[in-house]
């Protein structure tokens, strides 16, 4: 197969076991900025994926409570399939990433409700689900040990 313009177009899916962290790419811009993007697999592709109210109220958890814990993130993004999300961040190495991924994930554990979940802050205010983020999240986490082996 030719090599496509989007890294995860490359990666083939049926190959990967969730959940997984993965680096799905660096991009140097210069001036010692390196943009390191992360794929931040929760279910397995094509077997499984989040509700979209779930996916989102982690989106909002994370790109809030990440932030605690490390100004090097960029975005933190849903995957239109609902497995997972990209972390991308400013030159954020593995260590540094799983240690305030692994911290934020924790807040969401303790949270008792979806930061911006409001039709000021969000542009579907009601569609959230803190529970049901939870679960997804207690689930990811039960699995850290697995996060680095990424290939079946
Ligand atoms: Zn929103």
Same mark, same amino acid.
């Given at each position: 197969?030719?090599?496509?313009?989007?890294?995860?177009?490359?990666?083939?899916? #049926?190959?990967? /076991?969730?959940?997984?962290?993965?680096?799905?790419?660096?991009?140097?811009?210069?001036?010692?900025?390196?943009?390191? /993007?992360?794929?931040?697999?929760?279910?397995?592709?094509? /077997?499984?994926?989040?509700?979209?109210?779930?996916?989102?109220?982690?989106?909002?958890?994370?790109?809030?409570?990440? #932030?605690?814990? &490390?100004? /090097?993130?960029?975005?933190?993004?849903?995957?239109?399939?609902? &497995?997972?999300?990209?972390?991308? &961040?400013?030159?954020?190495?593995?260590?540094?990433?799983?240690?305030?991924?692994?911290?934020?994930?924790?807040?969401?554990?303790?949270? &008792?409700?979806?930061?911006?979940?409001?039709? #000021?802050?969000?542009?579907?205010?009601?569609?959230?689900?803190?529970?049901?983020?939870?679960?997804?999240?207690?689930?990811?986490?039960?699995?850290?040990?697995?996060?680095?082996?990424?290939?079946?």
């Amino acid at each position: 197969m030719t090599k496509s313009n989007v890294e995860s177009f490359d990666l083939d899916h #049926r190959l990967v /076991k969730a959940p997984y962290v993965r680096v799905a790419g660096r991009k140097e811009l210069g001036g010692g900025v390196e943009i390191i /993007k992360y794929d931040l697999r929760f279910c397995q592709p094509n /077997k499984a994926h989040l509700e979209m109210a779930t996916v989102h109220s982690i989106e909002h958890m994370m790109a809030n409570f990440m #932030r605690d814990y &490390t100004d /090097k993130l960029i975005g933190f993004a849903p995957m239109g399939c609902q &497995t997972g999300f990209y972390a991308i &961040t400013n030159n954020m190495e593995q260590d540094e990433l799983l240690s305030a991924l692994e911290s934020a994930l924790n807040d969401i554990l303790n949270a &008792t409700e979806v930061p911006a979940a409001n039709e #000021r802050q969000c542009g579907w205010g009601a569609n959230h689900d803190l529970a049901g983020a939870q679960a997804a999240v207690r689930n990811y986490l039960a699995h850290k040990d697995e996060w680095l082996e990424v290939m079946a």
